[in-house]
């Protein structure tokens, strides 16, 4: 059911961030001068992402007391612990520090294949709707989807029926990418024994596995399965950093020794190579060793969300299909509020942010570090105002 609707036009509904930062550019100003701001409530709950969160008074001791080198010509010792501990935390023998999910997903996809070739994912799948085309944009490569399941899987049966005969009228198909967990599907978790179904038939066909586990965190939390063990089959695996771990920036790419002195090239291609990066890989180590197991507060509070408002009429969620920390609901026709209507209004009205879909009439709210059960229940207080 929340997959069922097209989910390309996501679109997020706010403007209080402008104004909380023209209020901080004015603290030194007058008290005059601040009476005249725009009333702008102040951020009660910042739900659009986990990617909002800020770093700790404890990460930033720790950013402050960084030791950095020069990281493009590999000399800084922080992006190196980052990267051998997140390597044995996923279970691959190397691992690349990366600016972002996006990038360290283009550069799995540039180093598994050629230019020509094809990749098999979900139609609903974080590289083939938000990532700018990159795949064909930079590496030559085009996706071949086949359809998410509503709990984010993809049928063997349509995996198989994608992969092309090798015949010279048609594109190589070299690798297969599954995503864990599933953003658009609601963050939900694919089974372990889903995953040993794909690894298999992936070897059988001699094809590539990619695992864009930008939430892998969240997956292992939920599931109680360590993140090596999701991934054990997998040619490589992205892991974010700056989603619900905390960190400000920054993914994991990790694969064969191989996989990744291919994947620095790439890097450097693409100009993902940085200098004193440790300055933010510290972060980010302290994210991975510190808030990996406090993920379970923010699912606990995305079910109580969801289960608070399943009860608010013009509402349609199952809350049993939240497995994680985004939670997905449907305004029904006879709801008193269209979508956009609601996000707008839970910002201007409650200090409430969250996102839009622009199609299907639906809003995603994404818990995170900063969120508590207080703000869950003022949050579902406030659409039960805002749709009665």
């Known amino acids: 059911m929340m997959c069922s609707t097209p989910t390309a036009n996501f679109k997020v509904y706010w403007t209080w961030g402008a104004a909380e930062l023209a209020a901080t550019h004015n ?3 007058s008290s005059a001068a601040e009476t005249e701001m725009p009333k702008a409530p102040r951020a009660v709950a910042n739900l659009l992402s986990d990617t909002v969160t800020r770093p700790s008074a404890a990460m930033r001791q720790v950013i402050a007391a960084a030791e950095v080198g020069d990281d493009v010509f590999g000399a800084d010792p922080s992006v190196k612990r980052l990267e051998k501990v997140a390597a044995e935390r996923l279970g691959k023998p190397a691992a690349l520090y990366v600016p972002s999910g996006t990038m360290s997903n283009l550069i799995a996809i540039g180093a598994h294949c050629r230019r020509g070739d094809e990749v098999i994912c979900g139609d609903k799948a974080h590289i083939f709707l938000y990532e700018g085309g990159g795949a064909n944009a930079y590496m030559g490569v085009s996706l071949h989807t086949v359809p998410n399941r509503p709990d984010g899987m993809l049928d063997i049966q349509d995996i198989h029926s994608a ?3 090798d015949d ?6 070299r690798l297969v990418a599954i995503e864990n967990t599933h953003n658009t599907c609601g963050g939900r978790v694919l089974p372990l024994s889903y995953i040993r179904d794909v690894e298999q038939f992936c070897h059988e066909r001699d094809l590539r596995l990619h695992v864009d586990g930008a939430r892998l965190a969240n997956a292992s939390v939920a599931c109680g399965i360590p993140m090596d063990e ?21 993914s994991i790419l990790a694969g064969s020794e191989a996989f990744i002195h291919h994947a620095t090239r790439l890097r450097k291609s693409l100009g993902g190579g940085m200098r004193q990066a440790g300055i933010v890989a510290s972060a ?11 993920l379970v507060e923010d699912h606990r509070n995305a079910r109580a969300l969801a289960h608070g408002i399943s009860r608010i009429p013009g509402v349609e969620i199952d809350p049993d299909a939240v497995d994680t920390n985004i939670v997905f609901f449907t ?3 006879d709801a008193k509020l269209d979508a956009p209507t609601l996000v707008r209004k839970l910002e201007s009205d409650n200090g409430v942010l969250v996102g839009a879909y622009a199609e299907g009439n639906r809003v995603r709210a994404v818990t995170n570090l900063h969120i508590s ?10 659409v039960r105002v805002l749709l009665s």
């Open 284 to 294: 980010g180590l302290y994210a991975l060793e510190n808030q990996f197991d406090r």
């Open 168 to 173: 010279p009228h048609y594109p190589r198909t």
């Open 373 to 382: 059960g207080q703000d869950v229940e003022y949050i579902v207080s406030s």
């Open 27 to 29: 603290q030194t100003e």
């Open 230 to 250: 999701l991934v054990r089959g997998a040619d490589s695996v992205s892991l974010c950093l700056s989603k619900g771990l905390g960190a400000p920036v920054g």
């Open 163 to 165: 992969v092309r005969d």
């Open 331 to 333: 305004l029904t026709p």
